[in-house]
């Protein structure tokens, strides 16, 4: 099935066309099929019923009310923890690129120097992309004790996962004429990646980067769960304590951080794009 927008009797309209021939048709109507199944198995899988929800408003209801007005006594004491908490992301993400060049660069079909070099690369970065955050903090914590330390290791090591795989699959779609023209004059390996490939993907790759250190000041909120410092830790508190107008107060600085580190990264990939 084909939807184009074509201009009929000087207005635009939404045509579709319709397939004449019946495998078309019976390909059209599998795939219907086949999406509407995998969503009924989805729903049922996942025990999703509004009932339950509506059922639950009062529960929501109340929980809200303890929130409320947020105990604004305790922002003095939010202060250093927010700090270590955008400190364990700029550190994490500047690690995470670290150790994403390296990987993205050999596992890179089309400049890695060798087929084996290129599948152990690809392994490594799929293995960090499938452990969480959280249990590399426990890792860290076990290994260098309580602290912001181990919570930068956890985003290091897990970001440099997603970065290293678009930085290989970046690489990989490069326009192949630039890199075989400078091989063809004699230009070794690393002139060819210095003056081909860095200037077609170091925009895409800041942008990316930018973006995962947004990523990384919101999952350093989440490992205060297990001690790795920041924020995180005293929204933890809060909330095993019960002190729910002490929870909504970090939750407003967490949010009011995430708007500005959002705006600087915004603001910084405006002026490299």
């Known amino acids: ?6 201009k009929i009797n000087n207005e635009w309209c939404l045509a579709i066309d319709i397939p004449k021939d019946w495998k078309s048709i019976f390909k059209i109507f599998f795939w219907i099929v086949l999406f509407l199944m995998t969503l009924t198995w989805s729903v049922k899988g996942t025990q999703f019923n509004l009932y339950r929800i509506s059922l639950g408003i009062e529960g929501i209801s109340d929980i809200l009310s303890r929130m409320f007005p947020p105990n604004i006594n305790i922002v003095s004491r939010l202060i250093k923890p927010t700090i270590e908490t955008i400190q364990m992301s700029i550190v994490g993400t500047l690690l995470a690129i670290t150790l994403s060049i390296p990987l993205g660069v050999l596992g890179a079909r089309n400049i890695t120097p060798n087929p084996l070099l290129y599948g152990v690369s690809r392994f490594i970065l799929n293995a960090l992309r499938a452990v969480p955050e959280v249990i590399f903090a426990i890792i860290f914590v076990s290994a260098v004790g309580l602290g912001p330390f181990p919570g930068t290791l956890a985003i290091g090591v897990s970001s440099s996962g997603m970065l290293g795989k678009f930085l290989g699959d970046s690489i990989e779609n490069i326009d192949p004429g630039s890199l075989e023209a400078l091989e063809s004059t004699g230009a070794n390996k690393i002139q060819a990646i210095v003056y081909a490939v860095i200037p077609q993907i170091l925009p895409e790759f800041v942008s990316l980067g930018l973006f995962r250190w ?3 000041f919101r999952a350093s909120t989440i490992l205060g769960i297990v001690g790795a410092g920041g924020i995180g830790f ?11 107008q002490e929870m909504t107060m970090t939750l407003i600085v967490i949010l009011t951080v995430v708007a500005l580190v959002d705006f600087i990264a915004s603001t910084i990939r405006k002026k490299i794009i």
């Open 1 to 6: 099935m084909l939807s184009l927008i074509k």
């Open 214 to 216: 947004e990523m990384n």
């Open 234 to 244: 005293e929204l933890m508190t809060s909330m095993r304590l019960f002190k729910y």
